[in-house]
């Protein structure tokens, strides 16, 4: 007879709710009934020890919270600077929990890789504070990651240019990660609306994080935006509010580095130089484009900053940016170039060294990964 599993009735419910799965769904997912289930979260039957491991996984919790009496206290482990209206927003999703504690992994890895390969602390880190002049924050980051006209006139397109500045961020010690799925799970996406990215201040092995859900217009500027955060010192969650004006974002760390955004990639002195006050917006936009090498929404939003487009014109050519862009998606191309976005070329390039050198198992580097043990060998190949 097969072992049942001493599990917790309503703490299956509070697990399959949270995680947004029917009733019907969760049944499926072990081959059950839905009335078989039912008599679980009611306490009145007990599964098996196989189909409660099974249930945990499918609910994305440690099998250990399926005995708890009560529901556990999830704490954020960043500060959520998320705001709606000036409040602080409920309990984060599971799939950001997830991301968030993922990205922490992969940094307590790359730390001590780091810190045992002699490295010494990247000196830009909380080189300034949120009460310094965005201006002169941007600036010193144009200087420090090369974001300047040599670089522009490299870019074959805006979208070159992110690549770049993702590049030239890494070279220089920033970790950069992108997805816009759990992992390498392409049915749990991330909410855009819920956040665009984070960061993870650390002066040996600072960390930025962009939803890759998000507009791929708009991807460059979050990058930016997670950027400022390492300059002032302040870790967090973003999720910035596009149709306001840096001056309006509710919280006030988002307020200066929305500010630093824009400059570092638009500087405000230059683009008012070339703004022709006499030319239509999107003439303006065409011209701009070609020397910023950026998107159009980039440069929109500095027109918006700077007072060069209204409001009702600025939310009308913003709605059609994002309608004409959608979303980002890791769904499709190349799978180890996505990987490498989703994990850093440079820290998983650190990771396949160790696992040459025997310094980490095929297992623990596939883990961090969140890949087969079987595609380190062929993404080590193509790395080389």
Same mark, same amino acid.
């Given at each position: 007879?097969?072992?049942?599993?001493?599990?917790?009735?309503?703490?299956?419910?509070?697990?399959?709710?949270?995680?947004?799965?029917?009733?019907?769904?969760?049944?499926?997912?072990?081959?059950? &009934?839905?009335?078989?289930?039912?008599?679980?979260?009611?306490?009145?039957?007990?599964? &098996?020890?196989?189909?409660?491991?099974?249930?945990?996984?499918?609910?994305?919790? @440690?099998?250990?919270?399926?005995?708890?009496?009560?529901?556990?206290?999830? /704490?954020? @482990?960043?500060? *959520?600077?998320?705001?709606?209206?000036?409040?602080? @927003?409920?309990?984060?999703?599971? /799939?950001?929990?997830?991301?968030?504690?993922?990205?922490?992994?992969?940094?307590?890895?790359?730390?001590?890789?780091?810190?045992?390969?002699?490295?010494?602390?990247?000196?830009?880190?909380?080189?300034?504070?949120?009460?310094?002049? @965005?201006?002169?924050?941007?600036?010193?980051?144009?200087?420090?990651?090369?974001?300047?006209?040599? %670089?522009?006139?490299?870019?074959?397109?805006?979208?070159?240019?992110?690549?770049?500045?993702?590049?030239?961020?890494?070279?220089?010690?920033?970790? +950069?990660?992108?997805?816009?799925?759990?992992?390498?799970?392409?049915?749990?996406?991330?909410?855009?609306?819920?956040?665009?990215?984070?960061?993870? +201040?650390?002066?040996?092995?600072?960390?930025?994080?962009?939803?890759?859900?998000?507009?791929? +217009?708009?991807?460059?500027?979050?990058?930016?935006?997670?950027?400022?955060?390492?300059?002032?010192? /302040?870790?967090?969650?973003?999720?910035?509010?596009?149709? %306001?004006?840096?001056?309006?974002?509710?919280?006030?760390?988002?307020?200066?580095?929305?500010?630093?955004?824009?400059?570092?990639?638009?500087?405000?002195?230059?683009?008012?130089?070339?703004?022709?006050?006499?030319?239509?917006?999107?003439? =303006?936009?065409?011209?701009?484009?070609?020397?910023?090498?950026?998107?159009?929404?980039?440069?929109?939003?500095?027109?918006?900053?700077?007072?060069?487009?209204?409001?009702?014109?600025?939310?009308?050519?913003?709605? /059609?940016? %994002?309608?004409?862009?959608?979303?980002?998606?890791?769904?499709?191309?190349?799978?180890? =170039?996505?990987?490498?976005?989703?994990?850093?070329?440079?820290?998983?390039?650190?990771?396949?060294?160790?696992?040459?050198?025997?310094?980490?198992?095929?297992?623990?580097?596939?883990?961090?990964?969140?890949?087969?043990?079987?595609?380190?060998?062929?993404?080590? *190949?193509?790395?080389?």
């Amino acid at each position: 007879m097969a072992t049942e599993a001493f599990i917790t009735g309503p703490m299956l419910r509070w697990a399959r709710e949270r995680d947004g799965l029917s009733v019907e769904d969760a049944a499926k997912s072990v081959d059950v &009934t839905v009335e078989r289930v039912l008599a679980w979260e009611d306490g009145e039957q007990r599964p &098996t020890l196989r189909k409660a491991q099974a249930l945990a996984h499918k609910l994305n919790i @440690p099998f250990t919270y399926l005995f708890l009496s009560e529901p556990p206290t999830e /704490e954020f @482990p960043v500060p *959520d600077l998320r705001t709606v209206s000036g409040q602080t @927003p409920s309990q984060p999703s599971p /799939e950001l929990l997830w991301i968030v504690n993922d990205a922490l992994s992969k940094q307590e890895w790359y730390r001590a890789y780091l810190l045992d390969a002699g490295a010494t602390t990247v000196p830009f880190i909380g080189s300034f504070s949120e009460n310094t002049d @965005p201006l002169v924050i941007a600036e010193s980051i144009r200087s420090t990651l090369s974001v300047d006209d040599d %670089m522009r006139a490299r870019a074959t397109s805006w979208d070159n240019f992110l690549t770049r500045f993702v590049r030239q961020s890494e070279a220089k010690g920033v970790t +950069v990660l992108r997805s816009g799925i759990v992992g390498n799970n392409t049915s749990r996406t991330l909410n855009v609306s819920e956040f665009r990215g984070f960061a993870i +201040v650390d002066e040996i092995a600072p960390l930025v994080f962009v939803n890759s859900r998000d507009a791929k +217009v708009a991807q460059i500027f979050s990058l930016a935006h997670e950027i400022a955060h390492l300059w002032i010192a /302040e870790s967090g969650v973003s999720n910035l509010n596009y149709r %306001m004006k840096s001056a309006q974002q509710p919280n006030s760390i988002e307020r200066v580095c929305d500010k630093v955004a824009a400059e570092i990639l638009v500087p405000a002195a230059r683009f008012l130089s070339l703004w022709n006050n006499h030319a239509e917006l999107r003439e =303006n936009l065409d011209q701009l484009t070609r020397i910023f090498r950026v998107s159009r929404f980039v440069l929109l939003r500095q027109a918006f900053e700077l007072g060069k487009v209204g409001q009702d014109d600025y939310w009308a050519q913003y709605d /059609e940016f %994002m309608s004409q862009s959608g979303r980002g998606s890791d769904e499709g191309g190349n799978f180890y =170039n996505n990987l490498l976005a989703k994990s850093s070329a440079r820290l998983t390039e650190a990771l396949l060294t160790s696992l040459a050198q025997g310094s980490i198992s095929y297992r623990e580097a596939a883990q961090l990964l969140n890949v087969k043990v079987g595609h380190l060998d062929k993404l080590r *190949d193509i790395l080389k």
